[in-house]
């Protein structure tokens, strides 16, 4: 096989790691001057890793929550309020790519997040026995967002929105941790799905480390207390299933 059949059967796997871990300067450094020790392009691949890691982790992540609820076909232990606070949190985001014609490829895994929260607050209503409640819940949502997005809106609220989303999804966390609490059990939260946010979490605290370089910047800070929340449901999760395995054991 000589050198250009070689380059033409490399070439999908080279399109593939240009297009998402590596610019073209580091490809060559690593598979054609074969210099793996290129400090400054594994920072660029490790950074970009990262980045395609929270893409993948957000979008995928509340998948697992909502597979547990429909399977079990209950929503017992999944705060509402959590939920709201969620869907609040990727509401501001959302509606700023609306208002500014971004294109939709630019955004979509935050429509995707949107459509995922207000179909898991459906359900926990539905499963309440108050699918009345549930679809009123949607409607009323569709016209906030036709509101927000309307020229009705004074311009300061969605930046206002934006802001107070990092402090939405810890406020969430919190409450969901505190429901785990109260109740003694984590109910139908996924773990899986937990896990995802975690570990979304740490990525986004690395991406704001990249950006500031500061630990004791507002991002940084308030990306750090939404891992050590996301670690918290997590530990509760694994330590409430095992209590309830032991308590079957006896």
């Known amino acids: 096989m000589d050198t250009s059949e070689v380059e033409e059967l490399l070439s999908p796997t080279k399109e593939f790691l240009l297009t998402y871990f590596l610019p073209e300067k580091c490809y060559n450094y690593f598979f054609v001057d074969l210099n793996f020790l290129h400090v400054p392009c594994w920072k660029i691949v490790l950074s970009k890793t990262v980045g395609v890691w929270i893409i993948l982790g957000t979008v995928m992540a509340q998948l697992p929550q909502l597979w547990k609820v429909l399977r079990a076909r209950s929503a017992s232990g999944i705060s509402w309020w959590s939920v709201l606070l969620q869907v609040y949190a990727i509401t501001g985001p959302v509606v700023y790519c609306?208002?500014?014609?971004?294109?939709?490829?630019?955004?979509?895994?935050?429509?995707?997040m949107f459509m995922q929260g207000l179909a898991m607050g459906f359900l926990i209503q539905h499963y309440s026995g108050n699918t009345l409640k549930g679809i009123v819940f949607l409607l009323a949502y569709g016209g906030v967002m036709l509101l927000l997005t309307s020229p009705?809106?004074?311009?300061?609220?969605?930046?206002?929105?934006?802001?107070?989303?990092?402090?939405?999804?810890?406020?969430?966390?919190?409450?969901?941790?505190?429901?785990?609490?109260?109740?003694?059990?984590?109910?139908?939260?996924?773990?899986?799905?937990?896990?995802l946010v975690f570990t979304g979490s740490l990525a986004l605290?690395?991406?704001?480390?990249?950006?500031?370089?500061?630990?004791?910047?507002?991002?940084?800070?308030?990306?750090?207390?939404?891992?050590?929340?996301?670690?918290?449901?997590?530990?509760?999760?694994?330590?409430y299933r095992n209590s309830r395995t032991k308590d079957k054991t006896e």
Not at 103 to 110: K, M, Q, V
Not at 207 to 219: F, H, P, R, Y
Request: charged share 5%; aromatic share 8%.
């Open 205 to 239: 605290i690395f991406t704001s480390l990249q950006e500031t370089g500061d630990w004791s910047s507002v991002s940084t800070v308030t990306h750090v207390v939404a891992a050590c929340l996301s670690c918290l449901l997590l530990t509760q999760v694994v330590c």
């Open 98 to 112: 609306i208002t500014n014609n971004f294109p939709l490829e630019a955004w979509s895994e935050r429509l995707f």
């Open 152 to 195: 009705l809106v004074p311009e300061h609220v969605i930046p206002a929105m934006q802001a107070s989303s990092m402090l939405a999804v810890v406020a969430s966390r919190v409450i969901q941790a505190g429901t785990n609490y109260y109740h003694g059990n984590t109910g139908q939260l996924s773990a899986l799905s937990v896990f």
